[in-house]
């Protein structure tokens, strides 16, 4: 299984993609904790984005790409299945990252875009700063990343729905029922999703499940 998360920060990426790994037996590559290993580990890479992350703002492309590509070649010698989270964050990326898939023959199965709306997010994040004292979980820059998400990276959900492989999932929920709607998912389309071509494939809108059984 090859996913990739597409989703705000705070809407449980991380937690999502560890479950979706764990489950899978898949490597979780995470761009966010990779680049924080970098800046704990004062390496030239991470000096060079340190100040990237503190303030919200993406750090280069090239960057990201990199660490990607070379996540990927192992992920490819270890069976080839991935789920990547914090990567694409904008259609530059969303691009490259296919060519590299391409390339590896290794693209996405399934986009997985984990909604949730801003005050819910925000609420989260400044939950978590209180726990971990994460140096971008603070007011400002928690805005700052939120508007980022909206301007350059929520516009690719549309992308990967023209291509026929995203599934929308309600974030806004508990853990454990977002975690459930997840792996229900991901298991109903696992013995299809090597054989249907993303041509005949359409996307999946799971976000209005609860509503239809009375809740919200
Ligand atoms: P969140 O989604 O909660 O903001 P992440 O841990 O995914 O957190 O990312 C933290 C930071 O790492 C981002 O704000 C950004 O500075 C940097 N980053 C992570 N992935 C990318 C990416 N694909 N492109 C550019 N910057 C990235």
């Known amino acids: 299984m090859r996913v990739l998360l597409v989703a705000p920060p705070g809407a449980g990426k ?3 993609g560890t479950l979706i790994a764990t489950h899978f037996g898949i490597p979780h590559i995470a761009t966010g904790d990779l680049l924080r290993d970098h800046v704990a580990r004062r390496t ?7 100040d990237h992350l503190a303030r919200g703002e993406l ?6 790409l990199d660490m990607v590509r070379a996540a990927f070649a192992e992920a490819k010698a270890n069976g080839g299945g991935y789920v990547l989270d914090g990567m694409p964050r904008n259609m530059a990326q969303a691009r490259a990252l296919y060519e590299v898939g391409l390339e590896l023959e290794m693209t996405a ?13 925000t609420r989260r994040l400044l939950a978590r700063a209180a726990l971990e004292g994460r140096a971008d ?9 939120l508007t980022l998400y909206h301007e350059v990276t929520h516009p ?22 977002v975690g459930r709607q997840i792996l229900t998912a991901l298991e109903t389309m696992r013995g299809m999703v090597d ?6 494939r359409r996307p999946i809108d799971l976000t209005g499940l609860d509503a239809a059984f009375g809740q919200s």
Request: net charge negative; hydrophobic share 40%.
């Open 59 to 64: 750090v280069p492309d090239r960057i990201v």
């Open 44 to 50: 030239e890479l991470g000096r060079a984005v340190e």
């Open 195 to 200: 054989y249907v071509p993303e041509s005949a």
């Open 137 to 145: 979980d603070t007011e400002e820059v928690i805005r700052r990343r």
């Open 14 to 16: 991380g937690t999502q």
């Open 109 to 121: 199965n399934v986009a997985l875009h984990l909604q949730a709306d801003d005050e819910e997010l």
């Open 156 to 177: 690719i959900v549309e992308w990967y729905a023209g291509r026929g492989i995203l599934v929308s999932v309600d974030a806004m929920r508990p853990i454990e029922r």
